[in-house]
């Protein structure tokens, strides 16, 4: 088995440490700093189609949110607060700042839209642009929501289960809910090859 970390084409890829904990990352360019935020059940990866396109205009970050891929999982909280959107912004503006951006354009996909979208509200000073990507507001996902959607989109009510269920039943069988979200949703499956 390979212990060699997957990397985006002609980038440099390592952790930033930060009060919180690592934030993995890819960085490559130069110009001004954009963030690249992936969605669920991914990480920084599905941006390396993208992201060298963008290297001859920007510095560009592509980083695993907390909880996901190489960067650090923020223990669980009564609350759920420590896997908020709002302290994942958190610790990624940390992560920037390590890098030497106090400012920065966000870019995120489905979950890191949200998470984007967060940092955009609570540091409209450090987010000088933002696109989010894919996401709509939950309060109408739910609003909307009927069978076919509860059917279709799973996990949607399924992490919105108490603790422990959805950590049992995601632990349980990791590579199964991931095949299926990778097979099931929205994009094709050799969107996200393998490796």
Known sequence: MSHEVA????????????????????????????????????????????????????????????????????????????????????????????????????????RGGRVAYRAALDHPDIITAIAVLDVIPTVDVWDRADARLSLAFWPFSLLAQPSPLPERLLTAAPDAIVDNALSQWGSPPEASPPG
């Open 7 to 110: 990397q985006i084409a002609g980038f440099e890829s390592h952790a930033v440490a930060t009060d919180r904990g690592p934030i993995f990352l890819h960085k490559g360019g130069s110009g001004p700093p954009v963030l690249l935020l992936h969605g669920f059940p991914e990480t920084s990866l599905m941006w390396h189609a993208v992201a060298p396109l963008l290297v001859t205009d920007f510095t560009v970050i592509a980083a695993d949110l907390p909880g996901y891929g190489r960067s650090y999982c923020p223990a669980d909280s009564p609350d759920h607060a420590s896997m908020s959107k709002r302290e994942m912004a958190a610790a990624l503006i940390a992560a920037m700042r390590r890098l030497g951006h106090d400012r920065f354009a966000i870019a995120g996909h489905d």
